[in-house]
């Protein structure tokens, strides 16, 4: 194999060489994103993760799309509660960022170290000071790889970011977070 291209079909087989995996995680690694929390509330208990894998679908009617890792809590938690929050990061709150991204954070007290309030349509955890929320009815979920994507209706959204925090976003890029300013 020459310069990184595999043959084969344009959809990996489940018998992808590791080399290939190892060179998809390293050059994949350079693809900028935002960075929010995915949050949602299920039989009254909290469940929040840091995420990079989200997107804007349509305006009309205003539709997000989150990929999230299927083993996951968060994953299982939000396909089965049917409604959740994301929170856009501004790049003061990388410390959020961390401790929502930690493997293995507890399952009770999640959000203690976290500044939050109650999203108003599905009572969703939504990170104080973040640039942008978004309140999101599910409406299609769609299995992919080792992911579930979660595409949903937006319900509620607004801001809680003050202007400088506004214009200063979390970003995610070479395995690291960062900023655009």
Do not use: K
Not at 43 to 59: E, P, Q
Not at 81 to 106: D, E, I, M, V
């Amino acid at each position: 194999m020459e310069h990184g291209v595999f043959p084969g079909e344009l959809v990996p087989s489940p018998d992808v060489p590791d080399e290939a995996i190892d060179s998809y995680r390293l050059l994949s690694a350079d693809i900028a994103s935002g960075v929010a929390v995915v949050s949602t509330r299920l039989r009254g208990r909290d469940y929040a993760a840091t995420v990079s894998g989200f997107l804007s679908v349509s305006y009309d009617p205003p539709t997000l799309l989150v990929s999230l890792y299927a083993d996951s809590r968060i994953a299982e938690a939000v396909v089965d509660s049917g409604t959740w929050a994301l929170s856009l990061l501004s790049a003061s709150q990388r410390g959020t960022a961390n401790w929502l991204a930690s493997p293995g954070s507890p399952l009770e007290g999640l959000l203690s170290q976290v500044d939050y309030g109650r999203g108003p349509v599905t009572g969703a955890a939504v990170i104080e000071g973040c640039i942008a929320w978004f309140e999101v009815r599910t409406t299609q979920v769609t299995t992919a790889a080792t992911h579930q994507l979660v595409v949903g209706e937006v319900v509620a959204m607004g801001r809680r970011a003050s202007a400088d925090d506004e214009a200063d976003p979390l970003v995610h890029f070479a395995s690291a977070y960062g900023r655009l300013a």
